[in-house]
């Protein structure tokens, strides 16, 4: 009993991981139907930046705000260089958004190299003990800190007037702009959002797995699978399939083999495609955000 609440606690905290990148794919998806395979790389960004910058010895706090900085305008160049092609198919722009991936894992290489790369942790080195099962702070820093993102994203689409514009123009474009509401910046700001989430997920990430110019692949795939587990389009479906995903992976890693847990994103995809296409949540009324 203690060694699974042991992999839970473990599941948990990666699935948050997951979580914040698969809401950085469902706020894009809602808010110009494109699916971003760069977010991902958003995710490296953020690592990478943040430990560079505490290379060049700036402190902690100035080099996360500096790397969140950072990873936003990158969102802004991809949103830019979509803008550019918006007259162009759906597929069309997918391919556009892995081209850009790759070509952001080839600049972090010039840039950074290609080494792993870990800092501290932003709390110290300690942990608590949860019947008889440790829980470092780090790992309750994700939990806390993603679970505010969540809660704030809610809020600020719920009750500001930026966010229920973001709303606003997702549902209905034409609508949005005889309300007045500038779209163009709408969209800039729904992809400068979610790399800002994606980036905070690397930063957190690092002191506990390190990261390098090409952990953005696979952190950006198991956040896609989150998406669509959950519901593509459905935030809260978003959370629960990071969080589903990333508990099933830490049972499986533990009661089985270590060497299968990147398997189980894929195979519960599969079966979600074959069995519940619209997401577990697929039945509810998505609101896109």
């Not at 990478?48 to 902690?60: E, I, K, Q, W």
């Not at 499986?252 to 577990?280: N, Q, R």
């Amino acid at each position: 009993m203690i060694e699974l609440f042991a992999y839970l606690l473990s599941g948990v905290t990666v699935g948050f991981i997951y979580t914040l990148v698969g809401l950085g794919f469902t706020v894009i998806y809602n808010s110009s139907g494109i699916i971003n395979f760069s977010q991902g790389e958003f995710v490296m960004a953020g690592g990478m930046s943040t430990v560079f910058l505490l290379y060049a010895g700036l402190p902690l706090g100035v080099a996360f705000v500096l790397a969140i900085l950072i990873t936003s305008m990158i969102g802004i160049v991809l949103y830019k260089l979509i803008s550019l092609s918006r007259d162009s198919s759906p597929i069309s722009l997918i391919i556009l958004t892995l081209g850009f991936a790759i070509f952001l894992r080839g600049l972090a290489q010039v840039i950074f190299d290609k080494q792993l790369h870990t800092m501290p942790s932003f709390v110290g080195d300690g942990a608590f003990e949860i019947f008889d099962t440790t829980l470092t702070y780090q790992a309750l820093l994700i939990m806390v800190v993603a679970s505010a993102i969540v809660v704030l994203l809610y809020l600020f689409f719920k009750k500001t007037k930026t966010g229920q514009a973001m709303v606003a123009a997702s549902n209905n474009v034409d609508a949005a702009k005889l309300m007045g509401i500038n779209i163009k910046k709408i969209l800039m700001l729904n992809f400068a959002i979610s790399a800002v989430i994606a980036s905070i997920g690397g930063i957190l990430l690092t002191p506990i797995t390190s990261t390098n110019y090409e952990v953005g692949i696979m952190l950006g795939l198991k956040g896609f699978c989150a998406a669509i587990i959950g519901g593509l389009g459905n935030p809260f479906g978003a959370v629960a399939g990071g969080l589903i995903l990333g508990v099933l992976e830490s049972l499986v890693a533990g009661y089985v083999s270590s060497e299968y847990k990147d398997a189980v994103a894929f195979v519960v995809l599969l079966a979600i495609l074959f069995f519940m296409p619209g997401g577990i949540f697929g039945n509810l009324k998505s609101q896109r955000v």
